[in-house]
């Protein structure tokens, strides 16, 4: 399962928010060939903003569609 994505507050990036923190990422464009140097965005491992609503799989006032049983 893929950890649910957020724009990165410094670069705007799509990157996956891990345990309530933005994953570590480089910073877009591309490095020199020459250099081996890691260099993450600032943004990396910062806290990300609670959502206003948590996501939810399923609405859960929105009736079954014909077909659907119940599952117990």
Same mark, same amino acid.
């Given at each position: 399962?893929? @950890? $649910?994505?957020? @724009?990165?507050p410094?670069?705007t *990036?799509e ?5 309530? *923190?933005? @994953?570590?990422h480089?910073p $877009?464009? #591309? #490095? ?9 965005? $600032?943004g990396? *491992?910062?806290?990300a903003?609670l959502?206003?609503?948590?996501? #939810? ?5 929105? $009736?079954?569609?014909d077909? !659907?049983q !119940?599952?117990f």
């Open positions: 399962m893929s @950890a $649910p994505r957020r @724009a990165c410094v670069c *990036r990157i996956a928010v891990v345990g309530g *923190r933005y @994953a570590r480089d $877009p464009g #591309r #490095r020199p060939a020459f250099s081996y140097e890691l260099v993450s965005c $600032p990396s *491992r910062r806290s903003p959502l206003a609503t948590e996501p #939810r799989l399923f609405d859960p006032e929105e $009736p079954p569609t077909g !659907q !119940q599952l």
